[in-house]
């Protein structure tokens, strides 16, 4: 998918052989109501437990890290293939979730 961000002008998905979403770039990404991706673990709770979380506006962002205070944090803007795990219903460890992103 980074390649396909970086490369393509237009994308298609394909989900059980049927085209679910096709555009340019900008508007695949623009499908995905959260711009903000945050990994993160909290320093309480068991080693290696990371957790993925998506927000709206940075102002969410910096929020959560005040009420949270992870002890390790890495945040980026959404991605392509954020926008297709949304559509195809299956989350970032392949578990299938119903279709949306996570909050």
């Known amino acids: ?3 396909a ?3 393509c002008d237009r994308v298609a998905f394909i989900n059980d ?3 679910v979403a096709s555009g340019t770039v900008a508007e695949l ?3 995905f109501p959260s711009r903000y991706r945050m ?3 909290i320093e309480q709770e068991a080693a290696g437990m990371a957790h ?3 927000f709206e506006s940075f102002g969410e962002v910096e ?3 005040r009420q949270k205070e992870p002890a390790e944090y ?3 803007t959404s991605t392509l293939e954020d926008v297709y795990f949304s559509l195809v219903g299956v989350d970032l460890k392949g578990n299938g979730n119903g279709g949306g992103p996570k909050k």
Request: proline share 0%.
């Open 1 to 3: 998918m980074e390649e």
């Open 5 to 7: 961000e970086r490369l």
């Open 17 to 19: 052989g049927r085209i």
């Open 29 to 31: 990404r623009a499908m």
């Open 39 to 41: 990994q993160y673990t």
């Open 52 to 54: 993925t979380r998506f």
């Open 63 to 65: 929020d959560f890290i």
């Open 74 to 76: 890495q945040i980026a």
